[in-house]
């Protein structure tokens, strides 16, 4: 993105045709950015897989960082509202169960579009949009942190606010790191249980109890005895 570039976007769609034409400009534009690449994703080609005219599309959007711009933001609040959702409904787990549905969680939501992943990434910060990166992963420290306190007893580092950050940052950048160099990685049980050994371990110490995957044998005694 050039100096003085303005991605922000042009008006707020109000009307619910409005709407839906906005929804499939986006739509096109995370279409066109995951197959076919920066280079090839102009405002031309964006509005010819939508099916709008230019004109329609710069109604709603100056240029195409704008779209990249929006497409980063309704990616991270997706993103965020998923997360956010499956993470509160560990609160009664113990630690080492939650690490492990926490490291699944990140890896599939990395994972579900590996190539919009990617693709985003790389516009982030073209587009100005670090800060709201930055922004999820503070509301999602905080989420964790709020998580150890109520299993204080369970972890072993006593600076929570210090092992939320560690446990977040090391989560996310495997997740990253399988989904941009390494694709298929993600969704490796290996990696998740390496991971997951990783995180329970320096949360609990070596005494952390290695959850089962779901399916394996030890997953099955368990059930057994419930």
């Known amino acids: 993105m050039s100096r003085g570039t303005n991605v922000a976007q042009r008006k707020k769609p109000r009307q619910a045709r409005a709407r839906e034409t906005v929804e499939v400009i986006l739509a096109a534009t995370a279409r066109v950015l995951a197959n076919e690449g920066h280079g090839k994703a102009t405002t031309n080609r964006i509005a010819q897989v939508a099916g709008v005219s230019v004109g329609s599309l710069y109604q709603y959007f100056p240029n195409r960082d704008a779209l990249f711009a929006a ?5 991270a609040e997706e993103m965020w509202t998923l997360v956010e959702t499956r993470l509160r409904g560990l609160a009664a787990k113990p630690v080492a169960a939650a690490v492990r549905e926490m490291v699944v969680l990140v890896m599939q939501a990395h ?12 516009q982030v910060p073209r587009v100005g949009r670090l800060a709201l990166i930055h ?6 420290i905080e989420l964790v942190r709020d998580y150890l306190e109520e299993h204080r007893r ?10 939320a950050f560690v446990a977040v940052v090391a989560i996310e950048a495997l997740g990253h790191a399988a989904v941009v160099h390494h694709p298929g990685r993600a969704r490796d049980e ?15 110490g070596s005494g952390a109890q290695r959850p089962a995957a779901p399916g394996t044998r030890a997953a099955s005694r368990r059930h057994r005895w419930r």
């Open 190 to 204: 290996r990696l998740i249980g390496e991971t997951t050994k990783l995180i329970a371990g320096y949360l609990c």
């Open 111 to 122: 994972a579900s579009n590996p190539r919009l992943h990617r693709a985003l990434n790389e």
């Open 135 to 140: 922004g999820v992963e503070a509301r999602l």
């Open 154 to 163: 369970e972890v072993r580092p006593r600076d929570l606010d210090l092992a």
């Open 71 to 75: 497409l980063v933001e309704r990616h």
